[in-house]
């Protein structure tokens, strides 16, 4: 199987919405998690821009370049090879202009993403996305609470919380659908404003914090894992406890080496008997 023939495209994301089957997707930024989630089934892998928290101890995601992302994405290409992989375009790559918003999601493409995501859906972001996906690059868009705008929104709050505001994220949810979008997640979204959102465009909604009506899922590693730090959001479900055991593992581990328990026999590289001999002579010959 070559990199660019996948059993999971933007094809198969629109099937699965058609037969009601829900899209599962997980972040990764390396290439053994990738593989990981690849074999467990997960239909996609987001590089997220959420790497500047999990990976890089940022506190929001603004500080991301296009070459950490395309470190990271080139890691999780090597290790997923039939999920989908969605590339975060990260703050400022896509806000410059046509031409260098196509350079940054080419580079992400060729360094093994199957589509980019962008945040948001002002005319300027709707325009860059037409002109992607007119260029043969998919496009996933991101509404709701969309973290490359934490410091004009001002904190992480749930969206579309009245009426008018579901109305909105609709309206910006076809005009993501109008201009070619494949996708668009929906982040920190009331339920029944997804659910709203999900029965009335065409393409699917992947949630995070945004109920269980949308068609598909997407959570962050590191989260699902509990290996991130800080804060963890509400709408995680944790499936392991991962830094109590990276914790452990690294207490038994300093222990062992200050013991002189580490390396045992089992770790060791040792001589023939014949090599042994000389060397043990050789030794006592330079006394
Ligand atoms: O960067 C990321 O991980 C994301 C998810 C929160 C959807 O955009």
Do not use: W
């Not at 070559?2 to 999971?8: E, G, L, M, P, R």
């Not at 949308?214 to 944790?238: A, E, R, T």
């Amino acid at each position: 199987m070559t990199d660019s023939i996948k059993s999971v495209s933007v094809k198969t994301f629109a099937k699965m919405k058609e037969n009601q089957e829900k899209i599962s997707m997980l972040t990764a930024y390396d290439f053994s998690t990738a593989k990981y989630i690849d074999e467990s089934g997960v239909d996609s892998i987001l590089v997220g821009d959420s790497l500047g928290m999990t990976i890089l101890g940022y506190d929001t995601t603004v500080k991301v370049t296009i070459e950490d992302m395309l470190t990271f994405t080139k890691a999780v290409a090597n290790g997923a090879k039939r999920a989908l992989i969605l590339a975060d375009m990260p703050f400022l790559s896509y806000h410059i202009s046509k031409e260098q918003t196509i350079q940054n999601a080419g580079k992400l493409i060729q360094a093994g993403a199957n589509a980019v995501k962008l945040e948001g859906a002002s005319d300027f972001i709707l325009d860059e996305i037409n002109h992607l996906t007119k260029s043969g690059i998919s496009v996933a868009g991101h509404l709701g609470f969309t973290p490359q705008y934490i410091n004009t929104i001002g904190g992480y709050y749930v969206q579309g919380k009245s009426y008018e505001n579901t109305l909105k994220l609709l309206e910006n949810a076809k005009k993501l659908e109008e201009n070619g979008a494949f996708c668009v997640i929906l982040e920190m979204v009331p339920e029944e404003s997804a659910k709203y959102i999900t029965e009335n465009i065409s393409i699917p909604t992947i949630g995070i914090g945004a109920g269980k009506y949308c068609d598909g899922q997407v959570l962050v590693i590191d989260d699902i894992l509990g290996k991130y730090p800080g804060n963890i959001p509400k709408f995680v479900k944790q499936y392991a406890n991962i830094k109590d055991i990276i914790k452990e593992s690294a207490q038994n581990y300093n222990n062992d080496v200050k013991q002189g328990l580490f390396p045992d026999k089992n770790n060791t590289f040792f001589l023939s008997d014949e090599e042994r001999e000389k060397l043990e002579c050789n030794l006592i010959k330079s006394y």
